[in-house]
């Protein structure tokens, strides 16, 4: 089994900071993408920042040049920096691993829980 475990998020005021933080564990052989989604109350899931397979990083464009995706991959883990939040920002924000257990030969997506950004104005 595999679990995604995320933390940091809260509330915080407008042009504020924090920083989210997503652990995978459990049977993993490989992770050939993470990264991180959110969806708002009423709208569509929909990518914030990730890391492809390649390695490079996608951002949505309205979170270009205020947030920023890291990843330590000796622990299986990945980070969400976000700084000048906004109120359109507040999101459940997802973590989101493409994980390939050991003898395996497929990858599949795994979903973290959900942890919650409040934005205030």
């Known amino acids: 089994q595999v679990q995604l475990v995320e933390s940091g998020g809260g509330l915080v005021q407008a042009g504020g900071s924090l920083k989210l933080s997503c652990a995978a564990s459990?049977?993993?052989?490989?992770?050939?993408?993470m990264g991180w989604y959110r969806q708002a109350p009423g709208k569509q899931r929909e990518l914030a920042a990730a890391f492809t397979s390649g390695g490079s990083t996608n951002y949505a464009d309205s979170v270009k040049g205020r947030f920023t995706i890291s990843r330590d991959n000796a622990k299986n883990t990945v980070y969400l920096q976000m700084n000048s939040l906004k109120p359109e920002d507040t999101a459940v924000y997802y973590c989101n691993a493409r994980i390939i257990p050991p003898y395996a030969i497929q990858s599949r997506d795994y979903w973290g829980q959900g942890t919650q950004v409040t934005v205030s104005s």
């Open positions: 459990g049977s993993i052989f490989s992770i050939s993408k």
